[in-house]
């Protein structure tokens, strides 16, 4: 005595009325398409964009030319040298001090990010051995990803990984042609 209708307009829903009941009116949660499998190129892609944040932090509180003291200001490692006539400021040695406790402080930086990017081009090559994309994109993916752990070249990588990413989840589409695609 149940009547069932199924209408194709995009997305479906289905309505059950019998004669004891109200009408039910069931909306299945197929708005997105569903996924085939787990996509390793958004966790490859995340990975190494957070390697080279996290290099971006550490030259951020730390680097040859500047460093965050303890109380946060930012201090010139001119600082550090010696003045015209030929003596350290006053106070140097306490400045030396601050300088290499940055340095200490943010090598942890430098590890997790060596690490998360060697696990991001790890997975790069895991899909590549897998068929799950070309060697272009591969090519591509860990050359970003190299570039992107020296000074001039970390925000060049983190632009293409931020932006492939973004395109991908956005559109649903791939920027490079996936293997058996024309």
Not at 76 to 88: I, V
Not at 133 to 146: N, P
């Amino acid at each position: 005595d149940d009547i069932y209708s199924d209408l194709d307009l995009g997305v479906h829903h289905r309505a059950k009325i019998s004669k004891n009941s109200g009408a039910e009116i069931m909306t299945p949660s197929n708005y997105l398409p569903p996924q085939e499998g787990f996509d390793w190129g958004h966790v490859g892609n995340t990975m190494t964009a957070g390697a080279i944040t996290y290099y971006a932090l550490e030259k951020s509180i730390y680097s040859k030319y500047h460093w965050v003291d303890a109380k946060g200001i930012i201090k010139s490692t001119q600082l550090l040298e010696k003045g015209a006539n030929g003596k350290f400021i006053r106070g140097v040695q306490g400045f030396r001090n601050g300088y290499a406790a940055a340095g200490k402080a943010t090598s942890a930086y430098s590890i997790a990010g060596k690490v998360v990017g060697g696990v991001g081009m790890a997975v790069t090559v895991a899909q590549w051995v897998r068929g799950d994309i070309t060697g272009i994109e591969a090519g591509f993916d860990l050359a970003m990803g190299v570039i992107g752990f020296t000074p001039w070249g970390a925000p060049i990588s983190l632009i293409y990984f931020g932006g492939k990413f973004l395109y991908e989840y956005s559109t649903g589409r791939s920027v490079f042609t996936k293997p058996g695609e024309n």
